[in-house]
């Protein structure tokens, strides 16, 4: 017997491939992706059950490449399809008997519904259905009763197995396809174009089973024909979904968006509102919204999304070393996608670099996710740079939207628009770039503008999307460094993206993407008291929206990713020697990758891979000793930290003393190689602060004493790291406290008191935040400064910088990553808090101009905060006078010499009075009684 008897229908899929379909098959079909988990949800159907499986559309092309995957993973061949013929394939004996057997009658057509049960009833048999091939073979509810009929004769379950594949991934509908139908439903020569130009980003989706026997048990005591129905209208709107998580919605051009929201009656009468604002007639604002409108506007074109990805490809190869790219959170956010139709997604990134723009967009491409439109910043729509991020989905906004209420309304309208059409939207809810390192608190522009159009019913849910974007060397962090220092933020232009053609002659390692859950808006305001937005009032409304806005960012974090060279950075700054040596640099890089195992953060698939390798050897290691265990630990890492040491070899200076090998990072580059530390500290942030305190108060203190201390500390640097945990300070201080007395470092005693063990462990996470508590110090010291008069804010910072500058020449401080502008601002923002001193805004013209002040309890405080910040520091206090007796002094001597920008005033009994300081010296002048010392100027 020949296999024709074992597949006699036409239509029956090959068990061996010819030559000419062997290389079809090898040149095109191996190029396709398929992941593994559609494969192994195949694979488990078939052992579960007798499977069936259901396409959309009919496709010769579409059956012949499924026949390839599962001849290739050894899954169920179908024996019957409808709509579909395999005749000279099987070959031309069988092709011609065929023939001859309608034309003699001998092969009568046979229903569809009466083929199907036939090829079926042998239990061991799959078979092929096409929901919607063409008006001869279409499949009507017929063919699924058929199919319940056949399920409820048979203990052998039957599984619908959904499967898609869309070769074209462009969602516009063009002129032409638009007249021909569907891009991937039937039509010969149009497959075969379709077929020839898009193979290689053909995207293959395998669905969820649908267990025939389970579904009829939950629809029992229905009529056959509504459960026939049902299944296929759960079929068809699978597909849909499909499709919408893959392609997107269509797009429609430009100008119909314009056009479409300039006629919009609820933009009709906010531009109105905001005409009057402004003092223009209504022609006037209307015409000033269509140039907002071209302006803000994106100019989508799939083509260009393409042809930038290819250039992409080449860039990265040669720049980078790989992307790390989270495909379980990536298959989230792709499920979440077929819902976008009630729920529109919009993607929240971290910002760190110019180029998250580009590559997360390219990764989401080449992984089978329609790239978003994204928010971009008004300085970048300069030509070419504007020109090509337009095309490629950008969509710009000012930095400021005071003063322009019309320009607010078109923007608000524009994007309500985008996500109404279910356009992916993509925006950083950091504002600005990262220059640290770390991430940075929200900024709620944006997000308020989503919830308000949740608000006005613009659109009835949203999926935020939290991605965490991470880098093992940033491009830009030379940049970063002179900006921290005081330098002016550099406008971009086209003379900078010349200059930035240098990045080619450099390498800079990996790229990380890892992707949280999908925050869907309804179910967030369930779990938050079934909050309504449209009828909330304001204030429950800004306080919604900074939850919400404090609840992504801690999701981002929780994406975080520890990479090699985060661990390099943190070692070779968070010790007090001049240099490490090789061992004691893999020593140390042990000691904070145990740690972070213990905590269960993420770390980079490279770090996971040489982990896993060598684990027997370090848990061996880790059973004689925690120090055995951290060398072994260091000692695994070995290549990948020769890797990272190698990638920042820019920032590391290397001294040979004999056979060692000594690093260390000078204080030039400190500030360059803090940005890789702040990337492992955001992960254990409070851990460090608290271990800071511990180690500050000694080897034994009670819950009175830390609790407050603690406490203390981590509300101080709250400007400095995204916590965790929406929750009190002192239920996250009395949960470490727990796992550090679990892990042995400490020991409860009696009333309340703790014995602290391991001060080596403390001392550790003090030294990698040392220069915070400097940086807090200088900018308390520098409070001084506004004795005289209050200070815009810039100018308080360049001032405190400067001061910076000379106590690290001066030896005050050893951090030079403390006289950083960010800190010294988050210092300043945080002493405004506790009220040692004040901030005030005013309107001059556009710009917002912010002033500092001293606090009416400055002097208490200060002296408070002082002692307090020097015991963190594990530093001597010096001895202070009180403020009075000092002035009283320069009074009675009538001249002393001050710190640059230190001014007393003190007037006494006798109206004494300072009032001149000039290079450092101040003078005191008498009032009515004269000059003690002698004479005034």
Known sequence: MNQLEFRPHASAMLVRFGFFLRAIARFFFSRIAVSEESIERA?????????????????????????????????????????????????????????????????????????????????????????????????????????????????????????????????????????????????????????????????????????????????????????????????????????????????????????????????????????????????????????????????????????????????????????????EGLGRVIEAAKQIRSAPLVLVPSHKSHTDYLVLSWAMLRNGFIPPHVAAGANLSFFPVGWLLRRGGAFFLRRSFVGIPLY?????????????????????????????????????????????????????????????????????????????????????????????????????????????????????????????????????????????????????????????????????????????????????AGFWIALLQRRHMRLSRSLEHILSQQSNYVQESLQKSPEEGEVALGETLRPLLDEALLLLRRLIQTSAQGDLVIYSVSDKSRLEMDYYRNQLLGCLAGEALLATSIAALGQKSKRAKWMPDAVQLLRLMKNEFVYFEAQPYEKRVQALVEIWIEEGRGQLLGDGEILWKDSTFFERLRASVLHLLEGYSVALAAFSMLKERPLEKEAFLAQAHEQAEKMLKDGQIRCAEATSTAILKNALDAFASEGLVTLSSEMQGRKRVTRCALGSDFLNQKKAWKAALMRWRNVAEEEEEDEAPKMLKILQTGEVALPTGLFATVTSDTHLQVVEESRGEVKADQGQGGSPGGGAS
């Open 43 to 327: 694979q488990n159907a078939a052992r579960e059950g007798q499977i069936l499986y259901v396409s959309r559309t009919c496709s010769s092309i579409d059956y012949l490449f499924f026949n390839h995957l599962l001849l290739k993973f050894a899954l169920p061949l179908s024996v019957f399809a409808n709509g579909i013929n395999l005749s000279w394939f099987h070959g031309w004996a069988f092709a011609w008997r065929q023939c001859w057997g309608r034309l003699t009658g001998r092969l009568k057509p046979q229903l569809l519904a009466d083929a199907f049960e036939e090829k079926l009833k042998n239990q061991e048999d799959a078979a092929f259905l096409f929901m919607k091939p063409d008006a001869e073979h279409s499949v009507g509810a017929s063919v699924f009763e058929r199919l319940i009929e056949l399920q409820k004769r048979s203990e052998k379950p039957i599984l619908l197995l959904p499967q898609t594949i869309i070769w074209r991934r462009d969602p516009a509908v063009s002129q032409i396809y638009g007249a021909f139908g569907e891009l991937d439903t039937r039509g010969t020569l149009r497959k075969l174009w379709s077929f020839w130009r898009h193979y290689k980003e053909a995207t293959v989706k395998i669905g969820e089973p649908i267990h025939l026997q389970r579904f009829l048990a939950e629809h029992e005591g229905l009529d056959e024909h509504v459960v026939a129905r049902k299944l296929m209208r759960i079929l068809l709107v699978h597909f849909s979904h499909e499709a919408l998580s893959i392609r997107g919605p269509a797009l429609k051009p430009a100008a119909l968006l314009d056009r479409e929201i300039i006629e919009s009656p609820q933009f009709q009468a906010d531009m109105r509102k905001a005409g009057c604002e402004e003092q223009l007639d209504e022609e006037r604002a209307l015409a000033r919204s269509k140039r907002y409108l071209k302006e803000i506007g994106s100019a989508w074109s799939f083509d260009m999304v393409r042809f930038v990805a290819w250039l992409l490809d080449r860039l990265f190869r040669h720049v980078f070393q790989g992307v790390e790219f989270d495909e």
């Open 408 to 588: 607010k309304v078109v923007f608000k309208h524009y994007l309500w628009k985008l996500v109404k059409e279910g356009y992916p939207v993509e925006f950083f809810i950091e504002g600005g770039r990262s220059r640290t390192g770390k991430l940075l608190p929200p900024k709620l522009g944006m997000l308020s503008m989503l919830l308000e159009g949740i608000r006005r019913g613009e659109f009835a849910d949203l999926q935020f999307v939290p991605i965490n974007l991470s880098y093992e060397r940033v491009i830009e962090t030379g940049a970063y460094r002179r900006e921290l220092l005081g330098g002016k933020k550099q406008a971009e232009s086209v003379g900078g993206v010349v200059k930035a053609s240098k990045v080619l002659r450099s390498r800079y390692g990996r790229i990380y993407i890892h992707f949280e859950a999908p925050v869907r808006l309804s179910d967030w305001l369930r779990e938050q008291g079934n909050c309504d937005l449209r009828e909330a009032s304001d204030a429950e409304f800004r306080f919604k929206t900074t939850a919400l806005g404090n609840t992504l960012m801690d999701r981002i974090a929780a994406a975080a990713v520890v990479t090699p060279s985060a661990l390099v950075g943190t070692v070779l700054l968070s010790h007090s020697m001049r240099g490490l040596t090789g061992a004691q640099l893999r020593k140390r």
